[in-house]
């Protein structure tokens, strides 16, 4: 029966954390290597799903997940260095918790697969089986940072109207 109220909501960047994403280098690194992995993505999912359907081209899947997993790797690291610069930790920063917890899952299953191609441990099919659980963890994160970035742009707008009184 009482009345609810609920606490204003963190905005995702402080007017000092937008001021250092926007002279970050790694903001552009970031806007370079996330589309570039996307690419390399949809055409690993091709390579991997003709393998699948067919039973030709395994050489070649295999080499197209092993690509996306070491652009995984410089997006990984190099976003790391980024929240650094913009937050102040190379990890697990407030504003991206979720999204970080998730990466580590993308992570842990892409270096599952390279562990499982060079260790021999999963035959073809089941290896291609475990990148296309990889990929799905990273379609997951790819729309979770998708989100943010539409959730800034959006804030975007009401700090510049906060910033004019």
């Given at each position: ?5 609920t606490?204003p909501?963190r ?7 937008r001021r250092r994403?926007?002279a970050?280098?790694w903001?552009?690194?970031?806007g370079i290597?996330?589309?570039?992995q996307?690419?390399?993505?949809l055409i ?5 799903l003709r393998t699948?359907?067919t ?7 295999n ?8 652009v995984l790797y ?5 976003g ?6 913009v937050?102040?930790?190379y990890l697990f ?6 999204e970080d917890?998730v ?5 842990a299953?892409h270096?599952?697969?390279l ?9 073809g099919i089941q290896?291609l ?18 989100l943010?970035l539409r ?10 109207g906060?910033?004019?009184?």
């Amino acid at each position: 029966m009482g009345v609810h109220t609920t606490l204003p909501a963190r905005p995702l960047y402080t007017s000092e954390e937008r001021r250092r994403r926007d002279a970050s280098r790694w903001t552009l690194v970031q806007g370079i290597l996330a589309p570039l992995q996307f690419l390399v993505f949809l055409i690993s999912l091709a390579l991997i799903l003709r393998t699948l359907f067919t039973g030709e081209g395994l050489a070649a899947a295999n080499a197209s997940v092993v690509a996306k997993t070491l652009v995984l790797y410089a997006i990984m690291v190099t976003g790391s260095i980024w929240e650094k610069d913009v937050f102040g930790r190379y990890l697990f920063a407030p504003a991206f918790f979720w999204e970080d917890a998730v990466s580590m899952l993308v992570l842990a299953l892409h270096s599952a697969y390279l562990a499982a191609l060079l260790t021999g441990a999963l035959p073809g099919i089941q290896l291609l089986l475990l990148a296309l659980s990889a990929y799905a963890a990273y379609v997951v994160n790819a729309a979770q940072f998708l989100l943010k970035l539409r959730a800034a742009r959006l804030e975007a707008p009401a700090l510049v109207g906060e910033g004019a009184r």
